[in-house]
């Protein structure tokens, strides 16, 4: 091991930066370690080179502190996000809105019931003899109101109910179907005809009726005022209408049937006066 001399170390400058290459060699040869005379010019290179570096290596650690710093805030600020995220619902503007209005609702419901607490307490102690459906109390009124409108169209609700039973239940050919249309003209024509007589039956009766009326007019005396003894009760006019009515139809009839007998019979003597042999001359 070779110590320095004097005037070497005396000659040398003091290294311009605490820390760097040039103050461990420094160090090292004050220890007594051998070390390569090194020129100025390549040492202020290193030194400068050694500086920059390390310049750059403060300015990349101060960015990433900074940038790692920001990470941690945005971190921070994205987490307080999704706690208000979770909570949003329950203080809101329109949650909070929506909750007044339940509450509200809930209120007036409430209301109703205390003050028609003695009609519910009646209509509760009185047994329900039927079966009911249950329904909230906030929609009876829409539902009594639905129940009015049904109750009227029950009749064809039924028959719609029942045809669409029917549909279903039916799985015969289109054969069947031809069988079981075929007789509905017919059917028709037969209940067209028949409403036709009842039709000129009615007014035959109503013209007979007025005939009727019209005969028995004269004959009854004009002062309403007189004796009432022979006047006939009015509930017994009302119970022989009917029965005059037949009464005078059947009489038509048979007078109809005379006249067409008389007629038929003239018609016969007629023609058996047409068909008289010619009397014969005496002379021949």
């Known amino acids: 091991m070779s110590v320095p001399a004097d005037g070497?170390?005396?000659?040398?400058?003091?290294?311009?930066?605490?820390?760097?290459?040039?103050?461990?060699?420094?160090?090292?040869?004050?220890?007594?370690?051998?070390?390569?005379?090194?020129?100025?010019?390549?040492?202020?290179?290193?030194?400068?080179?050694?500086g920059d570096k390390s310049d750059d290596l403060i300015r990349v650690l101060r960015?990433?502190?900074?940038?790692?710093?920001?990470?941690?805030?945005?971190?921070?600020?994205?987490?307080?996000?999704?706690?208000?995220?979770?909570?949003?619902?329950?203080?809101?503007?329109?949650?909070?809105?929506?909750?007044?209005?339940?509450?509200?609702?809930?209120?007036?419901?409430?209301?109703?019931?205390?003050?028609?607490?003695?009609?519910?307490?009646?209509?509760?102690?009185?047994?329900?003899?039927?079966?009911?459906?249950?329904?909230?109390?906030?929609?009876q009124k829409q539902f009594s109101e639905l129940l009015l409108k049904a109750a009227s169209d029950y009749g064809a609700l039924t028959a719609s109910v029942a045809d669409f039973q029917w549909s279903q239940n039916f799985r015969e050919p289109p054969s069947v179907w031809g069988e079981m249309l075929r007789p509905i003209p017919s059917a028709l024509a037969s209940c067209t005809r028949f409403f036709e007589a009842m039709s000129a039956m009615r007014d035959s009766f109503a013209t007979l009726q007025q005939l009727r009326v019209g005969h028995s007019l004269p004959m009854t005396p004009s002062d309403s005022t007189g004796d009432s003894k022979f006047a006939t009760p009015p509930q017994w006019k009302d119970e022989t209408t009917s029965d005059d009515s037949m009464v005078g139809s059947w009489r038509k009839l048979e007078a109809d049937n005379h006249d067409t007998e008389d007629s038929d019979a003239g018609d016969n003597i007629n023609h058996r006066r047409l068909s008289w042999p010619p009397p014969m001359k005496k002379g021949l």
């Open 8 to 50: 070497a170390w005396a000659g040398r400058k003091p290294p311009k930066r605490l820390g760097g290459m040039a103050e461990a060699l420094s160090i090292a040869s004050d220890l007594g370690f051998s070390i390569p005379p090194i020129q100025e010019d390549s040492q202020g290179i290193s030194n400068s080179s050694t």
């Open 63 to 139: 960015e990433l502190t900074s940038v790692q710093r920001n990470i941690a805030n945005l971190q921070v600020e994205l987490q307080g996000r999704k706690d208000d995220k979770n909570v949003a619902h329950l203080t809101h503007v329109s949650e909070m809105e929506k909750k007044c209005e339940s509450l509200a609702r809930m209120t007036a419901i409430l209301k109703d019931v205390i003050q028609n607490k003695d009609r519910i307490i009646a209509r509760l102690q009185q047994p329900y003899s039927l079966d009911c459906i249950p329904v909230e109390a906030e929609y």
